[in-house]
């Protein structure tokens, strides 16, 4: 079944850890698990531990910042 041109092959979904997602937006791991359990920042579940789409976090920062001057 051929796919759209707009889906991503998940071979091609780079996925960071919950402790590289932390350091990449400087805050603690359990910032970013209340982001995942809240449904703000998606993830994967891998066995006990969650793994987030670089592309998720990319996002979430562009939607969160804002211009304070």
């Known amino acids: 079944m051929p796919s ?5 092959s998940l071979a091609q979904v780079q996925f960071l850890t919950v402790a590289e997602v932390a350091s990449m937006m400087r ?5 970013v698990y209340r982001l995942v ?8 579940r891998v066995g006990r531990s969650f793994r987030v789409p670089r592309r998720a976090v990319v996002d979430y920062l562009r939607n969160a910042y804002f211009d304070a001057g």
């Open 4 to 8: 759209e041109p707009s889906d991503i």
């Open 27 to 31: 805050v603690s791991k359990m910032t």
């Open 37 to 44: 359990h809240a449904g703000e920042l998606p993830a994967a």
